[in-house]
């Protein structure tokens, strides 16, 4: 993947929050991936205090039907302050083509700035609002929310959004098929498990799953072990919910199956070339799904 830009620019457009491979925050610090009005995209640390701020708000507007955005706004001396702003469903569709290009080639299509840079500045309008409120003396809270792209992140929970970048999707292909755990970061409720998956478009991606269905699943994987046979954990999609179930697969294919999450490991790469092992596990399971 070629590295985001370097630079800082005075406005921006904040995304998400994503940590770099196995990068710790700075104490009292987070992440943020941030793109300017030209379609660069590059990461940022703002303070934790201004992300649970942006992160109370969202939850308080969770039942709005409007899309929302949060721009990075320049305030002068130095001082970045979010600014909170309402967006069409133009714009929100172009956020969400913007991350997932974000996370597949960190390039943006051009046919997508003149989106971001409409956004970018309705925060000049937005900014000078709020100074003017704040000059008249207002005492209401004018927290921004973030846009509404944070809240369709599948793997989301309650607490910080922490992704090593590229495990993003804006929608995941349903069967996925499951590489294997992901370590459990602080952040993450003890009853969740991160899990590092394979969708049926052959991206690879990062999703959590309550780790008592997980565990579930697994002691129908290893009584089928124990029979000489091999298997592979698959997600489905239900009206109910994702539901886990096993698929018998060869030892080759098994073994192809771990080539694909090893070479992510290895390369960071969320889409890349599969085997025809791995490709026959895919139809399969796809297979399973028709009937």
Known sequence: ????????????????????????????KVRILSCDTEGNLFTQLIGRSVYQRIKAEAQRRELSPNNYATIYWDAGMNRHVPVFVEIGDRENWALERLLEHAFRSAVVPNVLVGSIREIIGLGENKHQELVEEKTKGAHRATSPAPSKVLDILPYSSRNDVEVSIPLYKAEYAFPLIILKKLVQENNIGSSEQPLLILDSDGDVAAITLPEEQINKAERKLEALRKKGKEGSLICLEKSEGISIGVMEISDVQRQALEIVAQYFEETGTARQPLSDAVSNVLNKVKEIVSN
């Open 1 to 28: 993947m070629p590295l985001f830009h370097r630079n800082q620019p005075n406005h921006s457009l904040l995304l998400m929050p994503v940590r770099l491979k196995s990068e710790r925050w700075p104490k009292n």
